[in-house]
Each structure stands twice: as C-alpha cells, then as structure tokens.
C-alpha cells in the first residue's frame, strides 16, 4: 500500500505561480513512477503531467507543456508539481497518483495507476 497526500493547492491569480507536493508513504517510493492529473468543474479527469522513477524522464500534455514542471525527490519520498504562468482554464482539483511500472517507464492512463491521493484545489482567477 503507498498513501498520497497532496498540498500546495489555492488561489492565486492569471499569471502566477504554484508549486504542489505530494508525499507518498508506505512501500518503497522510488518503485513507482508518478502523475498528476486534474478534474476541473463539469469535466471528465485529464492528464498534466507524469514522471518515470528516477525522475529522468518525463511527459507533459500538450495543454500544460512549458508552464508545468515535474520532478521527484526520492530521498524525501515526495513528487512536486512547479506550475508557472498559470490560467483561469488552470482551475482544478490535482491529484497525485503512482502506478508499478518498470524503471524507465511512465503513463499517462490513469486506469495505470494504482494508488491516489485525495486531491488539492487549485484556483486560478482572472
């Protein structure tokens, strides 16, 4: 069993930044590549970002690719979530996830992960 718990999540207006954590407790963090995805209001879960588990390679969608970051720190069992020039359209509940995957491998289906967090909200007013 891995737990997530992600944070960082708030308001803050066009233009700014936020970066979110997500803390993973349990079994072995760095067996685990990890994701973040997002649920905006009247929408279907979308894919940000993901993150193999070394955390040497990494995958963005096109709909945040240059303004998202993601990285892992697996000394401190957390992955991050750097979002810069956010939007309005940025207004979502994140979520982390991890899914068991061979060590240069990452995904962007989240019907690959196996573990989640509970979610943190982010506000992006205009």
């Known amino acids: 069993q891995v737990q997530l718990v992600e944070s960082g999540g708030g308001l803050v207006q066009a233009g700014g930044s936020l970066r979110l954590s997500c803390a993973a407790s349990g079994r072995s963090f760095s067996s685990y590549a990890m994701g973040w995805f997002r649920r905006a209001p009247g929408k279907e879960r979308e894919f940000a970002a993901t993150i193999n588990r070394s955390g040497g390679d990494t995958y963005y969608s096109n709909s945040v690719r240059g303004r998202f970051t993601i990285s892992r720190d697996n000394a401190k069992n957390t992955v991050y979530l750097q979002m810069n020039s956010l939007k309005p359209e940025d207004t979502a509940v994140y979520y982390c996830?991890?899914?068991?995957?061979?060590?240069?491998?990452?995904?962007?289906?989240?019907?690959?992960?196996?573990?989640w967090g509970q979610g943190t909200q982010v506000t992006v007013s205009s």
């Open positions: 996830a991890a899914a068991a995957l061979g060590s240069s491998w990452y995904a962007i289906d989240p019907r690959t992960y196996d573990y």
